[in-house]
């Protein structure tokens, strides 16, 4: 059998159509587009229209617990948007942007793989058109004006430098940076104090890009960024060192939307780039109301597993900006089943129908919560050549036995005639009238309540216990007026739990809130469980070491 082609050397292969060719399938007038090249455009925000929104159909795509590796929601997304429009319905994929971060990393890109890719791949998976660049601008202009507030004479605001909670931030994995000493070197050089980075999808202002409405939301929640306190315990927000209009100055393209192509030639709109375990895991609010704008469908995913992207999806995303998904695609590998069934990682490949057994129930636990919010997923189960054909029927047989269809995914290999099957599945859900969404909780509910329902009813939790710190930590949010906003947990991508270790479906565990952190720009409260990294390293091998570009500018070893 002949080796299969890398990611990036089927993308190269692919023949790419100009970006007026993709506008026209959305029926965008060519004048409307803002081309970055031949491939790429920004969406100006005048083509939202909601009433289009209303009477279209939004579909979330997520997963179960993920190996570290991930499961392919992107390249189930992408795939299921060729399915889609095989079978005649036209339909957008919407997707995040990828960090520089896990491209150099360990875990790759995010333009998703195999025949199922969105393009130009190696500018998606790069500087792209600059979003990110322009978000690590805004984020260090406001580190910048702090900085030179603390040092002024005649307009200092008395901002106690102990107590700020921003840091800066860069679009890569450094973890040399995480905790820094500025402003060293005399009084010409600023005020010393603690500092650090923390890698751009981590910053509100990416927080903020995503959840805002339109341009002046944007910069109203921008000034709405707490900094920290003044001596006299008074805050401060950016709006305080007059920082928003300039920060949105450098976010002015930032904030539309881009529009790219999938291999087959169907519409991609991708927009910011959220982690899930810290921050909301989700594309832009405007990016989502652009695609449902243009395309009676539109495909969507949230990061890592169900519990915190689809979570904070369902919970935050969409009552925010209103939005209400009609399916939920649960994605599923064979691999991650054996993982939750014991498998060592040496054996993610090795076929063994117990493990797979055992592993199901971690995804009985998230069909449950899926059906919690009102909807009935369908299970797409990513095919991989090591996958049993035993393994696949215990996966379909079990799905069956609790009323969900799961249905073989073979876009990666196949891109869209591989997906037509799930793509039907999906409308049929979509057309069976059963899904009717409602959240978890109401935002107006006290802090530690709201806490409490998603760690019982999405993690399984026994109950939630606060430090010390997390307790005097909510006494400051309360203080600010804050208690009425959405949770953000932020917690391990690889348990359901707070630990690490406790894979499958745990239960009789209790998660620790460590400490609070909160971005009222953004609109959310952050509990901290366990130690969380928004400034990752570098593995002992990172990607990076295996590209290479030639004279001609063709990138290999991407990925």
């Known amino acids: ?13 692919a023949k790419m159509q100009h970006i007026n060719e993709i506008g026209e399938k959305l029926t965008i007038d060519k004048d409307d587009l803002e081309l970055y090249g031949k491939y790429k455009a920004k969406l100006p925000l005048n083509l939202i229209n909601e009433s289009s929104i209303r009477k279209n159909h939004l579909i979330l795509v997520t997963a179960l617990t993920p190996t570290p590796a991930g499961e392919g929601k ?32 360990i875990k790759g890109g995010a333009a998703g793989g195999g025949y199922s890719q969105v393009l130009p791949m190696e500018d998606i998976n790069l500087h792209f058109t600059g979003d990110f660049s322009a978000i690590e601008k805004a984020n260090n202009l406001l580190s910048a004006l702090i900085d030179n507030n603390i040092q002024s004479k005649t307009k200092n605001l008395g ?93 002015k393209d930032a904030v539309k939307p881009n529009l790219v192509q999938t291999m087959e030639g169907n519409p991609a709109i991708i927009h910011g780039g959220p982690f899930a375990n810290i921050a909301q895991g989700t594309n832009t609010i405007l990016a989502t109301k652009m695609g449902l704008s243009l395309s009676d469908y539109v495909v969507t995913e949230a990061g890592f597993g169900a519990d915190l992207g689809a979570e904070k999806f369902l919970n935050i995303k969409c009552v925010s900006g209103g939005l209400s998904p009609e399916a939920v695609v649960l994605v599923a590998t064979i691999r991650a089943l054996r993982h ?136 400051k949010i309360e203080a600010l007026g804050l208690s009425a906003l959405p949770i953000c947990m932020a917690k391990t991508q690889k348990s359901f739990s707070d630990d690490d270790n406790k894979l499958g479906r745990p239960t009789g565990f209790v998660v620790n809130v460590r400490e609070f952190e909160f971005a009222a720009g953004a609109g959310f409260i952050i509990p901290i469980l366990g130690k969380m990294m928004r400034m990752p390293g570098l593995p002992a091998t990172p990607a990076s070491e295996n590209m290479f570009i030639d004279n001609d500018g063709v990138i290999s070893g991407l990925s």
Not at 79 to 105: A, D, Q, W
Not at 453 to 471: C, D, H, Q, T
């Open 340 to 475: 939750h069934g014991g498998a060592p990682k040496e054996e993610y490949n090795t076929a063994d129908i117990n493990r797979v057994s055992r592993g199901f129930a971690n995804l009985e636990k998230h069909i449950e919560n899926v059906k919690s919010f009102g909807l009935n997923p369908v299970v797409a189960i990513n095919a991989f050549p090591t996958d049993s054909e035993a393994e696949v029927n215990i996966i379909i047989e079990n799905c069956a036995k609790i009323g969900v269809k799961a249905i073989v995914a073979r876009g990666f290999a196949d891109g869209g005639n591989g997906m037509t099957d799930l793509a039907k599945a999906v409308v049929a859900e979509i057309e069976s009238g059963g899904n009717n969404f409602k959240p978890l909780y109401d935002w107006n509910l006290p802090v530690i309540e709201k806490i409490e329902k998603i760690a019982k009813e999405i993690y399984g939790a026994n109950g939630v216990e606060f430090s010390k710190k997390a307790r005097t930590d909510l006494k």
């Open 159 to 251: 901002i106690d430098p102990r107590t700020i909670a921003w840091k800066r931030v860069m679009d890569m994995n450094d973890r040399s940076l995480r905790d820094i000493t500025i402003g060293l070197g005399g009084t010409f050089n600023g005020i010393p104090r603690q500092d650090g980075f923390n890698i751009t999808p981590a910053s509100e202002v990416m927080a903020i890009l995503c959840m805002s409405e339109n341009f002046n939301d944007l910069k109203t929640r921008i000034g709405n960024i707490y900094v920290g306190l003044t001596f006299d315990k008074k805050p401060i927000y950016a709006r305080d060192l007059k920082a928003e209009n300039a920060m949105a100055i450098l976010l």
């Open 1 to 13: 059998m002949a080796e299969f082609k890398s990611d990036i050397e089927i993308a190269q292969a």
């Open 74 to 105: 992107t390249t189930t997304s992408i795939g299921l948007t060729e399915g889609m429009n095989k079978i005649g319905k036209k339909t957008t994929v919407v997707l995040r942007e990828p960090s520089l971060g896990p491209v150099f990393g």
